[in-house]
């Protein structure tokens, strides 16, 4: 009998818990390809003195991250990432990206041989030269193991509400792509798979940064007309991005559900727009409206923005990409937000 798959979930905010009753359902749903008990690893916190793991494994419910949804009672949460991660043969990496780096270390040594990754991070991380490395390659090459991605038009809070939605999962192994479907698909997370892992990776990191532009429309109480037309604009510098620096990116990509959709539902309900309307609103800083705003959450679009600004100067390349770049003076406060629509005469006045 080959060996049933045992999954572990690193991660547990607000996508993180609501990916994780979908997972959990599914490994007790197919108990002949998955180990039924599924652990997610949980960073540990108090809340009004009780710990979250606690409440979690009694109450099963995320009442911090995803409060008023119950999860299902073969998710067992777990405090200690290396005892969350220990006999697994499939790791979903479900956590800001700011934190993967110490995550990887932290577990390096302690997977299981022949286990692979699947990866629901958004975002890249930027080294001291800045260079960008994909949160998929950090895995692969800290790990040794293959990497998939799962991104999609997925607003965590409506997933968990088993509202219609769909997902794209990038995946080179055939094998690997029915297994995730079976880990991943219900009647109302309905999923795609393709094999162009970069492809579907970068779209879900580069959204945020154009759904800053969104929220600065909004900020500035711009209709529907100037929102469509900075995610058009914007989806285009997403793709020339990822076909400039990545081989094999597939232009069909882009409008599977992590391309266009996941632009459109991030520029019209995400939580980078919100705080980029608040921005444009209040004149507060990113950090004091992420406290106020986000409940714990993060803001990435942002810190995005600020990676892929660094990434471009360094190859020369800011004048190819005018939105992303006026997109990151106004965040910067070096540019007003109105002039988000002048891209191209701000990308000629302020490049060096
Ligand atoms: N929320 C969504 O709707 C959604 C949808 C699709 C993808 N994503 C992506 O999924 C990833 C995870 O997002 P999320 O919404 O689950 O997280 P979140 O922003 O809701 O929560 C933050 C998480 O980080 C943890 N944390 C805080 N400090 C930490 C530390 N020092 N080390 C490790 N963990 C720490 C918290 O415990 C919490 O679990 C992100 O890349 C996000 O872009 C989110």
Do not use: A, C, D, I
């Given at each position: 009998m080959t060996e049933k798959e045992k999954v572990a979930i690193i991660g547990s905010g607000n996508w993180g818990s609501a990916i994780a009753r979908i997972i959990a359902t599914n490994t007790a749903k197919h108990e002949n390809i998955f180990e039924k008990e599924t652990k997610i690893w949980v960073f540990e916190e108090l809340i009004d003195g009780q710990k979250l793991t606690e409440i979690m494994n009694t109450k099963?419910?995320?009442?911090?991250?995803?409060?008023g949804i119950t999860l299902p009672e073969n998710l067992i949460a777990e405090p200690d990432l290396i005892k969350s991660v220990d006999g697994a043969t499939i790791l979903v990496f479900v956590l800001p990206?700011?934190?993967i780096s110490r995550t990887l270390s932290t577990i390096k040594e302690h997977i299981k041989k022949g286990c692979r990754a699947i990866t629901l991070i958004k975002g890249f991380v930027v080294d001291d030269q800045d260079e960008i490395h994909l949160i998929s390659d950090m895995i692969s090459e800290s790990l040794g193991i293959q990497v998939s991605a799962l991104m999609g038009a997925n607003v965590a809070n409506e997933v968990a509400q088993d509202m219609f939605c769909e997902t794209t999962i990038g995946c080179a192994d055939q094998k690997d792509q029915e297994m995730y479907l079976k880990l991943f698909n219900t009647k109302t997370f309905r999923v795609s798979t393709v094999s162009d892992v970069y492809g579907v990776e970068i779209c879900g990191s580069l959204k945020n940064i154009v759904a800053l532009g969104a929220g600065f429309c909004d900020g500035l109480s711009f209709g529907g007309n100037s929102k469509a037309a900075i995610m058009r604009i914007g989806l285009l510098e997403m793709k020339k991005f990822a076909q400039m620096f990545y081989k094999?990116?597939?232009?069909?990509?882009?409008?599977e559900s992590c391309g266009v959709a996941d632009l459109i539902t991030t520029c019209v309900g995400g939580r980078n727009r919100k705080v980029a309307e608040a921005f444009v609103k209040t004149g507060k800083s990113w950090n004091d409206l992420e406290a106020e705003l986000l409940n714990g959450q993060k803001l990435q679009g942002t810190l995005t923005c600020d990676e892929v600004h660094r990434f471009l100067t360094k190859k020369g390349k800011i004048e190819e990409f005018p939105l992303f770049f006026t997109i990151y003076l106004i965040a910067q406060k070096k540019?007003?937000?109105?002039?988000v629509f002048d891209f191209d005469e701000v990308t000629t006045e302020f490049k060096k």
């Open positions: 099963h419910e995320n009442v911090k991250y995803l409060p990206h700011q934190f094999g990116v597939e232009s069909e990509t882009f409008f540019v007003e937000p109105l002039r």
